[in-house]
């Protein structure tokens, strides 16, 4: 692959570090000027909007980082280990903790609350979308 190539070069053409780097800058990119832009785009009210978008974006991001996983397999075995860093799968989970679940926690919770306490009423919500805020 591209990637063992890039990586199996002697000095000054070993691109390992700055592969590992990149995908790390990707990722944050990514995560904050499209996964977090839609979810603080959606209103509060009704509260099952945010949520679906934060479930929708944190499915898509499970999805890029396993592939970005795949692609970068080379990278995760080798350069990973010797520089003890963090795998890609994991540094992927912490990207997304630190661009988007951190900024949006509060307002996550409390629509998570919201719609607690409207099924606590008596009226109808999606409790699917509930369980999968995990």
């Avoid at 904050?32 to 959606?42: E, F, P, R």
């Avoid at 795949?70 to 903790?97: A, Q």
């Avoid at 630190?98 to 307002?107: C, D, F, N, Q």
Wanted: proline letters at 4%.
């Amino acid at each position: 692959t591209k990637c063992y190539d890039m990586c199996t070069q002697r000095e000054p053409h070993n691109w390992s570090g700055q592969l590992y780097q990149r995908h790390g800058e990707s990722l944050k990119k990514y995560l904050k000027d499209v996964a977090l832009k839609a979810i603080v785009s959606q209103p509060d009210d009704p509260p099952h909007l945010l949520l679906q978008e934060y479930v929708k974006r944190w499915n898509d991001h499970k999805i890029m980082n396993l592939w970005y996983q795949k692609f970068f397999t080379y990278l995760d075995r080798y350069h990973v280990v010797h520089y003890n860093l963090p795998k890609l799968s994991d540094s992927g989970l912490e990207i997304f903790f630190e661009k988007v679940y951190t900024p949006t926690k509060r307002r996550v919770v409390a629509n998570m609350l919201k719609m607690i306490a409207t099924e606590r009423k008596g009226e109808s919500v999606n409790r699917e979308l509930l369980k999968s805020m995990n």
